[in-house]
């Protein structure tokens, strides 16, 4: 196509709508792979019966990462030099190196939790022992609940104690002995609000 035949008024906007054109499709990839990547994470949830809300830090994480790599291309077809969007992705990944690490208990407890699903060490209604050293007691309860941060331990270490909810921290069960009563069969020993048999 030879440009001398547009019109000037079109030749001069050329080069502002092949810009505009690229933003667009750099929005339309993102928009695409951020769609891709949660039906991906919906699937892998599906396939391994993860439950919904340990389903939403993936989608999350995925999508800002998503987001700031378009946002990234964006400003570089605006006009912004490369050495700004340097500086800029370098002091992003800086305070999230940082912030990283502030919440690294917290991201290890969650990241745990995603093993406990998958590799079910343990279900809810088991009954545990979380030992300290494999020669001596330790803490005693059955499995209420798998939270994200915790997991929910019904206490049956002593008669003082039992009925009482203990909340462990998902990583404890990767870093200590843990010994385990899967339920009963006939289900008297699964667990119930309203009352647990002891040990």
């Avoid at 209604?125 to 020669?135: C, K, M, N, P, V």
């Amino acid at each position: 196509m030879n440009i001398d035949l547009l019109p000037d008024w079109l030749i001069d906007i050329l080069p502002t709508l092949t810009h505009l054109m690229k933003i667009a499709l750099i929005i339309t990839v993102a928009y695409l792979i951020k769609r891709l990547i949660w039906r991906i994470v919906e699937r892998l949830g599906a396939t391994h019966s993860l439950p919904p809300r340990m389903l939403v830090p993936l989608r999350t994480m995925s999508g800002w990462l998503i987001v700031v790599i378009a946002m990234l291309m964006v400003m570089q077809q605006i006009g912004v030099s490369a050495a700004v969007i340097w500086s800029a992705f370098t002091g992003f990944a800086a305070v999230a190196a940082v912030a990283f690490f502030a919440a690294w208990s917290v991201l290890s407890n969650l990241f745990c939790s995603f093993l406990i699903y998958t590799s079910a060490p343990f279900r809810v209604g088991d009954r545990l022992e979380i030992l300290d050293a494999s020669d001596k007691p330790g803490v005693k309860g059955r499995v209420a609940e798998i939270g994200l941060l915790y997991t929910v331990l019904q206490d049956l270490t002593s008669e003082e104690t039992q009925g009482a909810w203990l909340q462990i921290p998902n990583s404890a069960f990767f870093q200590k002995t843990i010994r385990r009563w899967p339920p009963e069969e006939d289900g008297k020993s699964r667990f119930q609000w309203s009352g647990v048999a002891g040990f």
